[in-house]
């Protein structure tokens, strides 16, 4: 028969390993707790640098955009001249209706001597160029003078960027629109510029120009 000592420090023996078990398994559900806040912790600074990571990379691609626009260059003429005759046509021949301009006067080769008369051509003169020359943008001041996309690439906001370039480093706040191109002033409205009450009539025509600014 056991002592009643023996059995005291019986139970007392097995008693002191529980404590013991339960205090453990406190401390490890404090160190479980502290691991999964630094976890968190963790996971959410990781977030974050994949955050900046992509920031990163969009605005890198934002320059690399940016970097396609570009000032001409002489070589650039012809290419030009093409962008600006198709435009001419498809834009003005259905309000002006006059065939000897735009089918014998208006020519590649006219139009890139026009250019090369004047000497500052290059100088306002910018284009989009990702590997072919797309459109081009001429400013004069803070004047727009004029704007064009190859047609069969209109849509893809090549005239947008060209027209933001303007406005952005070069200061361009103003334009004039043919008051009947409506396709051209409904783009420059959602682009920031606004109809005024100013016109003027197209050269040598009873057509109305309408000033349309920033």
């Known amino acids: 028969m056991r002592s009643p000592c023996s059995v005291r420090t ?35 600074e990781t977030e974050k640098q994949v955050v900046s990571l ?25 290419r030009i001249a093409e962008i ?6 498809l834009n003005f ?13 208006l020519s590649v080769p006219e139009t890139v001597k026009k250019y090369q008369d004047d000497r500052e051509w290059t100088n306002r003169t ?8 797309k459109g081009f943008i001429r400013v004069n001041g803070k004047e727009a003078e004029k704007l064009f996309v190859e047609p069969v690439l209109q849509g893809n906001s090549i005239g947008a960027k060209l027209l933001q ?4 480093e070069k200061g361009v706040d103003f334009l004039w629109a043919l008051e009947k191109n409506q396709r051209a002033i409904s783009f420059y409205e959602r682009h920031g510029f606004h109809a005024t009450q100013e016109k003027k009539f ?3 025509t009873a057509e109305y120009l309408v000033r349309l600014e920033r």
């Open 10 to 44: 019986g139970r007392r023996r097995y008693r002191e390993p529980d404590e013991k078990r339960e205090k453990q398994i406190q401390r490890q559900r404090k160190e479980s707790a502290e691991t999964g806040t630094d976890g968190r912790k963790q996971r959410q």
């Open 54 to 78: 992509c920031v990163t990379v969009l605005r890198k691609g934002n320059a690399m955009t940016g970097s396609r626009i570009r000032q001409a260059k002489a070589e650039d003429a012809a």
């Open 84 to 89: 600006e005759i198709f435009n001419y046509r």
């Open 93 to 105: 021949y259905p309000i002006f209706q006059d065939d000897q301009y735009y089918f014998k006067e």
């Open 126 to 133: 910018f284009v989009y160029d990702d590997g072919v020359v």
């Open 165 to 168: 370039f303007a406005v952005d």
């Open 202 to 204: 197209e050269a040598d």
